[in-house]
């Protein structure tokens, strides 16, 4: 297995531009999550899924739009970027069930937004 | 909103000595408490958790001691060794799969 997987690695972008980060996992997790991570804040939680169709506002939504059409990928939007966006962007799949929750992280995305 | 609270924000120990890190949560329906280990340019990996039933688990070098009346755990690593060095955070949620509140981390450096 792969386990989680993103990309690009690296993004500079200027501000206003649109991107979308890929995630993918071959795990058959049910749940996943984007976080973002900011110097001294550890990770925030933007959005997360429960299953293929159905997503949810973390903790720090607003400027980020997410969907999730499969159980393997969930993109994560940028509409219009801003340079408070800058920042180190994880993706995480979770097996539902009693017992479960290990969070497997991808490798992260880089983003600078000029 | 509920919050994770985790001192020290850096730790430096000597090899072969022990490294604690203690975190205080807010939310009082919390019943998961995992503990994540993030190696530079890389994700957090888990290295242990424990559930709100449980004071205190053990994993070989590691363990995480649990006191859900002061609302606060802890991490304790035993015999550190240079590949112990890395930003650990402590992590807390309703269940083990629901949204959960990440700390904001302690950096550990073991000096050989």
């Known amino acids: 297995n792969a386990g989680v997987t993103q990309t690009p690695k690296f993004q500079v972008l200027k501000t206003g531009q649109s991107m979308t980060l890929q995630c993918a996992q071959d795990m058959n997790h049910e749940y996943m999550s984007w976080y973002r991570q900011d110097p001294g804040m550890g990770l925030r939680l933007i959005h997360y899924s429960v299953g293929a169709g159905i997503t949810d506002q973390g903790e720090v939504p607003n400027g980020y739009n997410v969907s999730r059409s499969t159980t393997e990928d969930f993109p994560l939007r940028l509409l219009s970027a801003a340079p408070s966006q800058t920042s180190v962007y994880f993706c995480?799949?979770?097996?539902?069930?009693?017992?479960?929750?290990?969070?497997?992280f991808g490798p992260g995305t880089r983003l600078t937004v000029l | 909103g509920e919050n994770v609270e985790q001192h020290p924000s850096t730790l430096s120990v000597q090899e072969g000595d022990s490294a604690v890190i203690k975190c205080t949560y807010s939310?009082?329906?919390?019943?998961?408490f995992p503990w994540y280990k993030q190696e530079l340019g890389k994700g957090p990996q888990l290295i242990i958790d424990i559930r709100s039933n449980v004071g205190e688990k053990k994993d070989q070098r590691i363990a995480v001691t649990l006191n859900k009346t002061a609302k606060h755990f802890s991490l304790h690593i035993t015999e550190t060794q240079p590949e112990d060095s890395a930003v650990y955070f402590c992590v807390n949620g309703k269940t083990s799969y629901d949204k959960v509140i990440f700390g904001p981390g302690t950096s550990l450096s073991v000096i050989p």
């Open positions: 995480a799949s979770t097996k539902a069930g009693l017992g479960q929750g290990t969070q497997y």
């Open positions: 939310d009082s329906a919390s019943n998961y």
